[in-house]
């Protein structure tokens, strides 16, 4: 398994533990690579009312390649950060 999925793993799994008690679970996440874990999560419950956002630097500098091929950050991050 890629080192970089593995670690999303391990994110996605660590935020589910911090916020194991219900009513903890943040409303909103800000991280650099939430286009992969919007993808992760999208049929996970517990990530079912959570907003996941991308920083606009690291979407427009670091993740551009990546967010100018992706269709699922297209359509789920590039319009809101167009308007930004």
């Known amino acids: 398994m890629h080192l ?3 670690i999303l793993i ?3 799994e660590m935020i589910k533990q911090i916020y194991r008690l219900p ?3 943040p409303e909103h996440i800000f991280y ?3 286009c992969t874990i919007a ?3 999208k049929n996970d419950p517990a990530f079912k009312n959570i907003r996941l956002t991308v ?3 690291h979407f427009k500098c670091k993740h551009r390649l990546h967010s100018e091929n ?5 359509e789920n991050f590039l319009l809101h950060i167009q308007n930004f």
């Open 23 to 25: 009513g903890t679970m």
């Open 10 to 12: 391990i994110y996605k």
């Open 70 to 74: 992706d269709v699922f950050c297209q």
């Open 39 to 41: 993808k992760m999560v």
């Open 4 to 6: 970089i999925k593995v």
């Open 55 to 57: 920083d606009v630097f």
């Open 32 to 34: 650099d690579n939430n």
